[in-house]
């Protein structure tokens, strides 16, 4: 069989782990590193949380072993949400850096931590961090198009922002030192 044309196109091989790339100079660019964190959408948010006006300041504390915390804190489900967002971790780190009064982002996380723990009804520190997120998303959502943008990038950063908060002892509880008397606020 003679072929005519040395540049000849097909199709055929479409379907599942294939990649097809039609046409002159197309480029094909393949990321293997997961999902990607939407920094503007994360920034914006940070700019909206610091704009809360309230005059706090709070100690960073940076937990020894987040594992243990975890577990201490018994978050099963958190625990794996987290760990899809924790090397986004110095995303955040960078991006609050950029952000005036970036300080009240966590306080704010922090008081609506300690508000809803005080006030609601929870069965596991899993549905108190449900708590704390749906917070956080109905503050974001509220001024948003939800035309404008994918709510799965507004989970991932709003997850991103809580593991931030977590490791920054503002969200959840410290493991206590082994001299502590441990109480827990269940209602």
Known sequence: MCKVFRNERNIRDTGPQSI??????????????????NRTLL???????SAIDDDVSYELVVASDIQDKMEYNQIPAYQKIFREVDYYFNDVDYILEQIPKRERILAFINRKYDR????????????????????LFELVASDRNSSEIFWEDVDQAI????YYAFVKCKLLDPVPAPNEQ??????
């Open 20 to 37: 097809n790339n039609t046409g002159d100079g197309n480029k094909i660019n393949i990321n293997l590193g997961g999902k990607i964190l």
């Open 43 to 49: 920034y914006d948010f940070c700019l909206k949380f």
């Open 116 to 135: 809803l723990k005080r006030t609601e009804q929870w069965s596991s520190k899993d549905k108190l961090c449900d708590l704390v997120y749906d917070s």
């Open 159 to 162: 997850h991103a922002l809580m």
């Open 182 to 187: 441990v109480t827990d606020d269940v209602d």
